[in-house]
């Protein structure tokens, strides 16, 4: 097939985004696909092709910290005249199939997904509105929580609206809590808060005054990942961590973590991370067409709390879909494949 991998962005995924998109490329070309590499946020938004079968691709590293969105804005206007006019659009109609590996932003908040869709160009993953309803985390925790998935207790604050909520106050002063941008990804700017001061020192550096901040008690549990390929649950990682929360470097640095696949927990207590991931998937729209990879931690009594549902989870070599992937006895290539083969449902 004629394929394009979008990937880059305007996100502070961007580097992580650069990252899956060429492992994808490579993968696609090993299957025996045709594939161009587009950036619709770059200058140059043709990162590499068109590329035929047994073409070697490069791979992008992925930094320790995120990268400065300075020119975000620029970035975004890029994205969205790549994506609605001109030669970029011209090649997305022309491939037989789009392979989003975009992550975060407009790439995985169904923006991207809409403007493809009214193009009518064929795309992997979850549609606009699955995106959109995922990627709002407390609005999907609401979603979750009425359709019997566990999620922790949570309030959303404006910071540059004025004081600290009572709400917040009250969480802080039971125990230490988890603030993080209610819609981000790959944990940026996700920090474990034990005061108020060091709340609002947090608050400034995560939403620069601007934006909404999620707040919730801090779970001292196991954490746990569990994918959803089609309508296959895949094997759970557990995620060992050697810091209080999954933060970004610890997300794609080599050994800052251990991640465990299938993890060694009792059978019951993987069928039912593995049943909640499916039910969780299900109620914020993903069909059977789609992927997703729901996020656990446990509270101190070890029972379950769905964090998130990412729409478009991370494929780098470092990414938790890879791995889960290879607990359930695929090569990356067969991923990738069948992200290709979902499209077709």
């Known amino acids: 097939m004629r394929v394009v991998v979008l990937c880059g962005g305007e996100s502070p995924e961007r580097d992580v985004s ?23 946020a770059a200058a140059a938004p043709v990162l590499a092709g068109p590329l035929r079968p047994g073409a070697v691709v490069a791979g992008a590293a992925v930094a320790k910290e995120p990268p400065s969105l300075a020119d975000r804005r620029q970035l975004r206007r890029r994205l969205h005249a790549a994506l609605t006019g001109g030669p970029v659009l011209d090649l997305l109609r022309g491939a037989e199939r789009v392979f989003v590996a975009l992550h975060g932003g407009w790439g995985e908040d169904g923006h991207v997904q809409a403007l493809l869709e009214m193009a009518g160009v064929p795309f992997t993953g979850a549609g606009s509105a699955a995106c959109a309803a995922a990627w709002h985390k407390g609005r999907a925790q609401a979603v979750l929580g009425a359709a019997g998935v566990p999620v922790a207790e949570r309030v959303l604050w404006r910071p540059g ?105 009792p059978d019951d207590f993987a069928t039912r991370l593995q049943e909640l991931a499916l039910r969780a998937h299900r109620a914020l729209g993903f069909g059977g067409g789609t992927y997703s990879r729901a996020d656990f931690r446990c509270d101190a009594g070890g029972a379950p709390m ?32 069948r992200l290709m083969d979902l499209a077709t449902r």
Request: glycine share 10%; charged share 20%.
């Open 161 to 265: 609206a004025g004081e600290v909520p009572q709400a917040v106050r009250r969480l802080v002063a039971v125990g230490p809590v988890v603030a993080k941008p209610v819609a981000d990804g790959s944990s940026v700017s996700v920090h474990r808060v034990d005061s108020l001061s060091q709340l609002a020192r947090v608050a400034a550096e995560a939403c620069s005054g601007e934006g909404e901040l999620l707040v919730e008690p801090f779970l001292p549990g196991r954490e746990f990942t569990v994918a959803v390929v089609g309508d296959r649950v895949l094997p759970v990682v557990e995620i060992e961590l050697t810091t209080p929360v999954f933060d970004y470097a610890a997300k794609y640095q080599p050994g800052a973590v251990g991640e465990v696949c299938p993890a060694r927990v």
């Open 306 to 337: 769905c964090l998130e549902v990412n729409a478009l989870p991370g494929l780098t070599s470092a990414s938790l879909l890879p791995r889960a992937a290879t607990g359930a006895g695929w090569t990356y290539p067969d991923l990738v494949q």
């Open 18 to 40: 650069l990252a899956s998109g060429w492992s994808v490329a490579g993968a696609l070309l090993e299957r025996g696909h045709e594939v161009v590499l587009v950036d619709p």
